[in-house]
């Protein structure tokens, strides 16, 4: 019982971690894509 405790321990723990990354690289793709809008809006090309 103790190492199926320390299994589904484990596999939350890891599954909070992916979640976090996730959220990490979902804002840095925003943030781009507001960078992106405004060179846009000013009319740049790069």
């Known amino acids: 019982m103790t190492w199926m405790f320390a299994a589904y321990a484990i596999i939350w723990f890891a599954v909070f971690l992916y979640l976090f990354d996730m959220g990490k690289k979902q804002r840095a793709i925003a ?16």
Do not use: I, V
């Open 31 to 46: 943030q781009e894509l507001e960078g992106l809008k405004a060179k846009l809006a000013r009319g740049e090309s790069n």
